[in-house]
């Protein structure tokens, strides 16, 4: 039932928002050039790697040793813009509709933060992740890394149609308010999730 309702939902969503999705990518394109899209692998259900699709936000730009520049000085105003509306998540119905994602679900990180995991958070990858999920209708960036792994934990344990509903309407408000877009500490994006997280996590259990 959760796959049908997947489907039907990214259907729907991507013909009523392909003026937006048109609009957006044309914008993309002219601001930052091609390619329009992002590609990134992440880990999906059961710690399977999958290309993440998503609008490009930021534009390239590399150091004299030809590494990336960090990412408050790669993206560009319009690239703000674009996520303050989450407009750059919406390539992501496409990655629902393959059946990587799911409308609802723990939203995927880095593939690198799989080797910090503690074996309780792991259990985030036994389901699909979402396009959005409890921790972003519950604070989003504003909730530390533990608060939201332990939420994505609960939406795993408790997980039913009816709640991706509760957490699909509360998704709409969230994203009206534009609630939780940026920690109150950090330029762009959450800030990274490390060993340093694991071992705090695993400290305070002690």
């Not at 796959?3 to 609009?23: G, K, M, T, Y």
């Not at 509306?85 to 509709?97: G, S």
């Not at 995927?108 to 958070?121: A, V």
């Not at 533990?146 to 509360?170: G, N, P, R, T």
């Amino acid at each position: 039932m959760k796959r049908i309702i997947d489907i039907v939902i990214s259907l729907i969503a991507l013909v009523l928002l392909s003026p937006i999705f048109c609009l957006v990518a044309f914008k993309v394109r002219k601001n930052l050039g091609s390619p329009i899209f992002f590609y990134q692998e992440r880990p999906g259900e059961n710690g399977q790697i999958f290309k993440m699709i998503k609008f490009r936000s930021m534009k390239d730009a590399f150091d004299k040793e030809g590494n990336p520049l960090p990412d408050d000085q790669r993206i560009t105003p319009f690239g703000h813009k674009l996520r303050a509306t989450t407009l750059d998540e919406m390539p992501q119905l496409i990655n629902v509709l393959k059946g990587d994602m799911s409308i609802v679900g723990p939203r995927p990180q880095m593939k690198e933060f799989l080797d910090h995991y503690t074996p309780e958070q792991m259990r985030r990858h036994e389901v699909k992740p979402g396009m959005t999920g409890l921790a972003q209708v519950s604070g989003r960036n504003n909730l530390s890394w533990e608060e939201k792994f332990a939420l994505d934990v609960e939406y795993v344990e408790k997980q039913s149609i009816w709640l991706d509903f509760k957490i699909m309407f509360k998704t709409v408000v969230v994203m009206l308010k534009k609630e939780g877009i940026n920690a109150p500490d950090q330029k762009v994006g959450a800030s990274r999730f490390s060993s340093n997280q694991k071992t705090k996590s695993e400290s305070s259990t002690h």
